[in-house]
C-alpha cells in the first residue's frame, strides 16, 4: 500500500496518454485508487522496479474473469484449463520507449508459468496500439471482442496465449 501514490501517478499519466492518442480507454474513472487497493490486497498487484524506482504496473490475476465469459466474433481456444488475466498494464512517462513493457511482460508470463498457468489472457481497447503490438510479439492471439463495464465503449479485443 505504500506504493500506492506512485503507481496512481503512473496510471494518471497512462490515462493521459490514451486519452492523446485518441483512445476513451480508462477516460470514465477507471481504474480508481479502489481498484488498485483491491488489487493489492488481493496480492494481484506487481511493480516493474528500475534502479529501485517503480516504473511500472500491472495486475495479474490468475482467476476467472467473468468479463470473458461471453465473446463474440470468436472463441477462447483453450476453455477448460486455469488463465491468468493481465489487467491495467501501464508504465511511467520517465520510462516510456526504453521497451521496458516488454520485460514486464516476459517477467509476468514467466511467473504465471512457474505457477503452473500455462494459459493467459488481455483485453484492450481497438485504439491501444502499443498493448496489441505487446501481445503480438510474444504470441497472444486475437481470440474475438469482450465487452467491460465501461460507459464510452465497452468493446474489448480479446487476446488469448496458450503454452
Given at each position: 500500500?505504500?506504493?500506492?501514490?506512485v503507481i496512481m501517478e503512473i496510471i494518471?499519466?497512462?490515462?493521459?496518454?490514451?486519452?492523446?492518442?485518441?483512445?476513451?480507454?480508462?477516460?470514465?474513472?477507471?481504474?480508481?485508487?479502489?481498484?488498485?487497493?483491491?488489487?493489492?490486497?488481493?496480492?494481484?498487484?506487481?511493480?516493474?522496479?528500475?534502479?529501485?524506482?517503480?516504473?511500472?504496473?500491472?495486475?495479474?490475476?490468475?482467476?476467472?474473469?467473468?468479463?470473458?465469459?461471453?465473446?463474440?466474433?470468436?472463441?477462447?481456444?483453450?476453455t477448460t484449463a486455469p488463465y491468468a488475466?493481465?489487467?491495467?498494464?501501464?508504465?511511467?512517462?520517465?520510462?516510456?520507449?526504453?521497451?521496458?513493457?516488454?520485460?514486464?511482460?516476459?517477467?509476468?508470463?514467466?511467473?504465471?508459468?512457474?505457477?503452473?498457468?500455462?494459459?493467459?489472457?488481455?483485453?484492450?481497447?481497438?485504439?491501444?496500439?502499443?498493448?496489441?503490438?505487446?501481445?503480438?510479439?510474444?504470441?497472444?492471439?486475437?481470440?474475438g471482442e469482450i465487452l467491460v463495464d465501461?460507459?464510452?465503449?465497452?468493446?474489448?479485443?480479446?487476446?488469448?496465449?496458450?503454452?
Amino acid at each position: 500500500m505504500s506504493d500506492l501514490p506512485v503507481i496512481m501517478e503512473i496510471i494518471a499519466a497512462a490515462k493521459d496518454f490514451l486519452k492523446a492518442s485518441g483512445s476513451p480507454q480508462w477516460q470514465s474513472g477507471y481504474p480508481a485508487t479502489t481498484d488498485i487497493e483491491q488489487d493489492i490486497e488481493a496480492n494481484n498487484a506487481y511493480v516493474l522496479l528500475v534502479a529501485g524506482q517503480i516504473a511500472g504496473y500491472a495486475a495479474v490475476i490468475i482467476d476467472d474473469e467473468p468479463t470473458y465469459h461471453n465473446i463474440a466474433h470468436g472463441s477462447w481456444q483453450n476453455t477448460t484449463a486455469p488463465y491468468a488475466t493481465i489487467h491495467r498494464l501501464a508504465l511511467a512517462p520517465t520510462f516510456r520507449g526504453q521497451h521496458l513493457s516488454y520485460f514486464f511482460f516476459s517477467n509476468i508470463i514467466t511467473m504465471v508459468v512457474g505457477r503452473g498457468v500455462h494459459n493467459l489472457r488481455l483485453d484492450t481497447y481497438r485504439y491501444n496500439q502499443p498493448v496489441q503490438r505487446l501481445a503480438s510479439h510474444f504470441g497472444f492471439v486475437q481470440r474475438g471482442e469482450i465487452l467491460v463495464d465501461e460507459p464510452l465503449d465497452p468493446r474489448r479485443i480479446a487476446f488469448e496465449l496458450n503454452l
